[in-house]
């Protein structure tokens, strides 16, 4: 094992001690939100199409989920996967009232995917997942399984804070590794990267 793959792995011991971070989904719905996320919303924009396969990894309570869903249209599909149960039912009441009939909520977490079968997805959309999960690695290598061989991710974590799970940027580096990186950039608070599948 090489050197970063030791820290990886150290990492990873600590962080399993630690469960899974909840937000409290009123937070995640705020309309400022949008402003304040601005390559996330670009990403949508720019990058997601009518009839795509769409992983909202991390959805919440589907601030970005609505989003995407409109974008796809009837014809795509968006699976919106959460950890946090109260996240998830405030999502489908949310769809039920929009009548958004592509959207599916699964109760998850990010780092066992296994009810979505290898290369289904076209884009995975992973706004400041990893630094609310334990197993960082893990839940890369499950959106790299997921994802089709042209597919395309965007992934993004807050800057570390005091927190056994914050991504801290030798780590970021180190994920980032596992991709072909197309852009990335960073702001005062996070940290992104759209990236694709390595040849």
């Known amino acids: 094992m090489n050197i970063a793959g030791a820290i990886i792995t150290g990492a990873r011991l600590i962080k399993n001690m630690q469960p899974d971070r909840r937000v409290p989904a009123r937070l995640l719905l705020m309309p400022f939100r949008g402003l304040m996320e601005k390559s996330a919303s670009s990403f949508i924009r720019d990058y997601i199409k009518e009839e795509d396969n769409v992983l909202d ?24 996967v959460d950890a946090d149960e109260n996240s998830i039912d405030i999502l489908l009441r949310r769809i039920k009232e929009l009548s958004l009939s592509n959207v599916t909520p699964i109760i998850a977490s990010a780092d066992d995917l296994s009810f979505i079968s290898d290369e289904a997805i076209d884009v995975v959309f992973s706004n ?11 839940s890369i290598n499950e959106i790299i399984r997921v994802m089709k061989k042209d597919g395309i991710a965007y992934m993004s974590v807050s800057r570390p804070a005091l927190d056994p799970l914050s991504v801290d940027s030798g780590e970021w580096s180190l994920l980032l590794s596992k991709f072909q990186v197309i852009r990335k950039g960073s702001s005062l608070t996070s940290r992104w990267a759209i990236v694709k599948k390595l040849n």
């Open 57 to 80: 990894l991390g959805s919440g309570p589907g601030f970005f989920t609505v989003k995407i869903a409109k974008k796809v249209g009837p014809q795509g599909r968006v699976y919106a």
């Open 128 to 138: 400041k997942t990893l630094c609310c999960i334990r197993d960082h690695l893990r």
